[in-house]
């Protein structure tokens, strides 16, 4: 059945209150949390897939630059899940991480030698 106008102006105005009370919700939550409000922050998309690796280039004190990966991005790199790879995350199992603060990072030379490590040679059949 088709709304009649009235009805159809009535849901759009209802639809622009809901709107408005969620970003006026989300605006208070950030600013009690001591976070800028959403329209200032820049969004940074990143790839789940990491895009081929290129030369590092040196870094600070001639050391090379490291390429950490988060969690999905690990995982994705792996073909693995992400309960997968927490489970092979050290200390539970074999994969190294490196943490800051709460986020847990992957360096990519590390999942490399990792996967070195972990592969299976073939038997020689007799």
């Known amino acids: 059945m088709k709304p009649t ?3 159809a102006a009535a849901m759009s105005r209802l639809a622009d209150a ?3 009370f969620l970003m006026a919700f989300e605006e208070g939550r950030t600013l009690r949390r001591g976070q800028r409000p959403r329209e200032e922050v820049a969004v940074r998309v990143e790839h789940v897939h990491p895009q081929p690796q ?3 280039k040196p870094g600070r004190g001639g ?4 390429t950490l990966l988060t969690a999905k991005q690990a995982a994705a790199e792996l073909s693995i899940g992400d309960r ?3 489970t092979m995350t050290a200390p539970r199992g ?3 991480s490196v943490r800051i603060g ?4 992957y360096d990519l030379d590390d999942l490399h030698a990792a996967i070195a490590q972990m592969r ?3 038997r020689r059949s007799s």
């Open 5 to 7: 106008q009235r009805e």
């Open 18 to 20: 809901a709107m408005e």
């Open 54 to 56: 290129q030369p590092e």
């Open 63 to 66: 050391e090379r630059s490291r």
């Open 84 to 86: 997968t790879l927490w």
């Open 94 to 96: 074999p994969l190294p």
């Open 102 to 105: 709460r986020a847990v990072r």
């Open 120 to 122: 299976v040679k073939p």
